[in-house]
């Protein structure tokens, strides 16, 4: 079992462009699919030097990926555990860690919850991209029983991806990620709603012409995956809740400066925010 | 008087890429500023052939376009009324459009009210750009007392510069802008403010290193020019809160779905966002 032999769990957005990236590496990248179908094309693509839809792909990989949905880390089949070699280094790339860390912390020995904090709107077999890591935050969630040996193979390999490798707790995540990732869906999608709902038919039919660049930004993850939007929701419920509290309490303060005419407040608050938006970017 | 010598008041990025567009379509273009140091930049930069501060420089001209920001078009100064030929088509650039027409319908019988959906986050002298009316909507909103001829003077300056011209009442249009556009500067600005104040530490430094593009689109108008934001709620404050109270019981119903495990539902509605969003692109 040489250290060089990488196995993939789905070759997706995140799976493929992983694949892509470590065969330009030197790396030999195992790709376990689903469907024949899927497998095909990955090797028309060149995402894996092998792919297939048997289990036993990946029994001589030194390092695994789970590059799975959410729902499939989180529930996962015996088919999945039975085929990861327990000698194996094994990671996942799920967006929300608690509920991935309490499952699989118990299933391998040599398990390190991580996320790749990098997405474009595209999915499936089509979607992965040579350097889609490169300066983008791979964060790690390590517990007291992660193996520390285990963290090490994935912060390498994370870094030769091009990523900046990053520690914290599950919840620190999973707060964070509500804030900055999830939030903006529904935030986004909402306002989607709002204008769908329109009932002025020359005012909805007006909009749908004039509708420009800022509105296509601010729908943009509002109007993405729909499967991922409800896992989000699904396995980040209370962290998302309460990040819509506090949103609806934002919302409900610029009403009431318009409500009533508070326009040095307004152009305080849109001061502040124009100021603080350099910080996330 | 010829016909091709178009006065424009103020250089900033509309008025500015205007100038550009329009000499390079064989008009002559005079520029009226406020300052100083702004006519000698708008000149090193060939945003018309002639820039003053003195007003009598539009003095000629049979087309003039006032591109300047929503308070100084609804609460114009003697001195501009003034420096307008009476025999020239005037047109506006505001984003409100009916504080604008209850303004200037009685101040210059060839008063044409319209806007053109064209921005970037860019302001000032430096802003003004070549080609920025495209394909973009330039929309128009005459009423009875609008002078016909003056009105296709503008549709062709409009057409000239590429833009689909949309004529529609100053209502239905002051509804679809809060919509498609102001709405989202306050519902982009909330989720900065949210981001901003929350309150654990480590979850507010974490969401400062990992976020990435879908929460930098989703902000992107919430953290632009924080006068025109004022200056939208402003002038369009009954159509803006509107659309909050609506926007608010969108979100309302996303919050219930994740709070009652409606998961079906959420897919279903995330689906309908995911399929609407082209009409608006």
């Known amino acids: 079992m040489g250290l060089d032999r990488v196995g993939i769990i789905g070759l997706g957005l995140i799976g493929?462009?992983?694949g892509l990236d470590l065969q330009a590496k030197g790396f030999?990248?195992?790709?376990?699919?689903?469907?024949?179908k899927t497998a095909t094309r990955a090797?028309?693509?060149?995402?894996?030097?092998?792919?297939?839809?048997?289990?036993?792909?990946?029994?001589?990989?030194s390092i695994v990926i789970l590059a799975l949905p959410l729902k499939q880390l989180i529930e996962p089949t015996e088919q999945l555990i039975n085929a990861l070699p327990l000698k194996a280094v094994i990671t996942?790339?799920?967006?929300?860690?608690?509920?991935?860390?309490?499952?699989?912390?118990?299933?391998?020995?040599?398990?390190?919850?991580?996320h790749p904090m990098s997405g474009t709107i595209k999915t499936g077999v089509e979607a992965g991209q040579r350097g889609l890591f490169k300066n983008k935050p791979?964060?790690?969630?390590?517990?007291?029983?992660?193996?520390?040996?285990?963290?090490?193979?994935i912060k390498n390999l994370a870094i030769s991806l091009?990523?900046?490798?990053?520690?914290?707790?599950?919840?620190?995540?999973?707060?964070?990620?509500?804030?900055?990732?999830?939030?903006?869906?529904?935030?986004s999608a909402s306002l989607l709603k709002t204008v769908n709902k329109e009932k002025n038919n020359e005012v909805s039919v007006l909009a749908k012409t004039i509708a420009s660049?800022?509105?296509?930004?601010?729908?943009?993850?509002?109007?993405?995956?729909?499967?991922?939007?409800?896992?989000?929701?699904m396995y980040n419920s209370s962290s998302i809740l309460e990040t819509l509290t506090s949103y609806r309490s934002s919302i409900?303060?610029?009403?009431?400066?318009?409500?009533?005419?508070?326009?040095?407040?307004?152009?305080?608050?849109?001061?502040?925010?124009?100021?603080?938006?350099?910080?996330?970017l």
């Open 213 to 233: 660049s800022g509105f296509e930004d601010t729908t943009r993850v509002g109007g993405g995956n729909p499967s991922l939007g409800v896992a989000m929701a």
């Open 252 to 280: 409900d303060k610029f009403e009431q400066m318009i409500r009533n005419k508070q326009w040095k407040q307004l152009q305080k608050e849109l001061e502040k925010t124009q100021q603080d938006r350099p910080d996330y």
């Open 162 to 187: 091009g990523s900046n490798w990053i520690t914290t707790d599950a919840d620190t995540h999973d707060q964070s990620v509500a804030l900055i990732s999830h939030l903006p869906v529904f935030i």
């Open 43 to 61: 090797k028309e693509r060149g995402l894996a030097q092998l792919v297939s839809t048997d289990p036993t792909i990946i029994s001589d990989c």
């Open 92 to 114: 996942d790339v799920g967006s929300v860690k608690k509920p991935v860390l309490n499952k699989w912390r118990g299933l391998h020995p040599k398990f390190v919850a991580s």
């Open 16 to 18: 493929g462009s992983i």
């Open 28 to 36: 030999e990248v195992c790709g376990l699919v689903n469907r024949e």
């Open 138 to 153: 791979w964060v790690a969630t390590p517990d007291p029983t992660t193996d520390q040996e285990a963290l090490n193979v």
